[in-house]
């Protein structure tokens, strides 16, 4: 049988640790890596494991720009941050043939639109990863903590190429869970991700833990997680309480973290605002949802970063 061809389009801490959790006898793992191709061409990617172990990850080819691949892979990954800066969404075209799949393994809510309006003939799959993982060094990233994926077919429904891609990572130490309901999933994801990360900018650099730590801000995470519930709700999704209470006890539970946002606004990055907050609070005035947390929230990181 034919190796799947999948190519990885952004190469930080996600796109690193997935694509090297994919690779079988089934599959051959491209890449494009735009700030540090070189390192990985040399050494491969270098993880630290949760566990303080380490390994090498070669994929089989790296490019450092989607513009040098003359094929057409069977599943292109995106794993960039999702930033109005970016032009993956157009410069994938050449690269998008017949049995072609894009997976979209990405922060935000209803990020998935424009693809589906410029591919309407491609098959997307959303993806999302629940891990503690940053990228420390070039072809360096460590993985602290977690690291289960949930996919589904966008908007929803079951559907073979996503069962398959998800077979992709059996041989792994990665749960994929198969979703028919993918948005009830990124609502669900949501509820982590918009509290804490952008509190830990506007905390200026604290971890998960910190802000958990003090009574108040840990009032005002709920009060942000209430929000979403809501706006959920308003979408056709109902999330329960017990979703808020399970977020927050594992978080407390779990080793200490600065959220991938925090490390973007450490370095001086373009952070994710507008697919985590501002497309939920676009969404919230198409349903006449009342989030006036998140609307806080965006005022708050806006003047921060």
Same mark, same amino acid.
């Given at each position: 049988?034919?190796?799947?061809?999948?190519?990885?389009?952004?190469?930080?801490?996600?796109?690193?640790?997935?694509?090297?959790?994919?690779?079988?006898?089934?599959?051959? %793992?491209?890449?494009?890596?735009?700030?540090?191709?070189?390192?990985?061409?040399?050494?491969?990617?270098?993880?630290?494991?949760?566990?303080?172990?380490?390994?090498?990850?070669?994929?089989?080819?790296?490019?450092?720009?989607?513009?040098?691949?003359?094929?057409?892979?069977?599943?292109?990954?995106?794993?960039?941050?999702? +930033?109005?800066?970016?032009?993956?969404?157009?410069?994938?075209?050449? +690269?998008?043939?017949?049995?072609?799949?894009?997976? $979209? +393994?990405?922060?935000?809510?209803?990020? #998935?639109?424009?693809?589906?309006?410029?591919?309407? #003939? &491609?098959?997307?799959?959303?993806?999302?990863?629940?891990?503690?993982?940053?990228?420390?060094?070039?072809?360096?990233?460590?993985?602290?903590?977690?690291?289960?994926?949930?996919?589904?077919?966008?908007?929803?429904?079951?559907?073979?190429?996503?069962?398959?891609?998800?077979?992709?990572?059996?041989?792994?130490?990665?749960?994929?869970?198969?979703?028919?309901?993918?948005?009830?999933?990124?609502?669900?994801?949501?509820?982590?991700?918009?509290?804490?990360?952008?509190?830990?900018? %506007?905390?200026?650099?604290?971890?998960?833990?910190?802000?958990?730590?003090?009574?108040?801000?840990?009032?005002?995470?709920?009060?942000?997680?209430?929000?979403?519930?809501?706006?959920?709700?308003?979408?056709?999704?109902?999330?329960? *309480?017990?979703?808020?209470?399970?977020?927050?006890?594992? &978080?407390? &539970?779990?080793?200490?973290?600065?959220?991938?946002? /925090?490390?973007?606004?450490?370095?001086?990055? *373009?952070?994710?605002?507008?697919?985590?907050?501002?497309?939920?609070?676009?969404?919230?005035?198409?349903?006449? /949802?009342?989030?006036?947390?998140?609307? $806080? $929230?965006?005022?708050?990181?806006?003047?921060?970063?």
């Amino acid at each position: 049988m034919k190796p799947k061809n999948i190519l990885f389009i952004g190469m930080g801490a996600i796109g690193s640790l997935y694509a090297s959790k994919c690779v079988s006898n089934t599959v051959e %793992i491209s890449c494009v890596a735009r700030s540090d191709k070189d390192e990985i061409q040399k050494q491969g990617i270098r993880i630290i494991h949760p566990n303080n172990d380490e390994s090498i990850f070669y994929p089989k080819e790296v490019f450092s720009s989607i513009l040098d691949i003359n094929n057409q892979p069977d599943y292109v990954v995106i794993s960039t941050k999702v +930033l109005a800066t970016q032009t993956v969404l157009h410069d994938i075209k050449p +690269l998008i043939g017949k049995q072609t799949c894009i997976v $979209l +393994l990405q922060n935000g809510i209803h990020i #998935e639109s424009d693809y589906q309006q410029a591919y309407p #003939e &491609t098959p997307i799959i959303s993806a999302l990863a629940f891990v503690c993982v940053a990228k420390i060094a070039p072809a360096t990233i460590h993985h602290q903590d977690y690291g289960r994926l949930v996919i589904g077919h966008y908007p929803h429904g079951s559907y073979d190429h996503v069962t398959t891609f998800a077979s992709l990572f059996a041989e792994s130490d990665i749960i994929c869970k198969v979703s028919e309901s993918i948005q009830l999933e990124r609502y669900k994801k949501l509820i982590w991700n918009a509290p804490f990360n952008p509190l830990s900018v %506007i905390y200026k650099g604290k971890t998960t833990q910190e802000l958990l730590a003090d009574k108040v801000v840990k009032e005002r995470i709920i009060a942000i997680m209430k929000d979403v519930q809501r706006l959920a709700a308003s979408d056709g999704y109902e999330i329960g *309480d017990d979703i808020i209470k399970k977020n927050i006890d594992e &978080t407390q &539970t779990m080793k200490p973290y600065k959220t991938s946002m /925090c490390l973007d606004w450490e370095a001086g990055r *373009d952070i994710e605002k507008d697919a985590i907050l501002g497309n939920a609070i676009q969404r919230a005035r198409i349903n006449h /949802c009342d989030v006036p947390e998140l609307r $806080l $929230l965006y005022d708050e990181l806006s003047m921060n970063s």
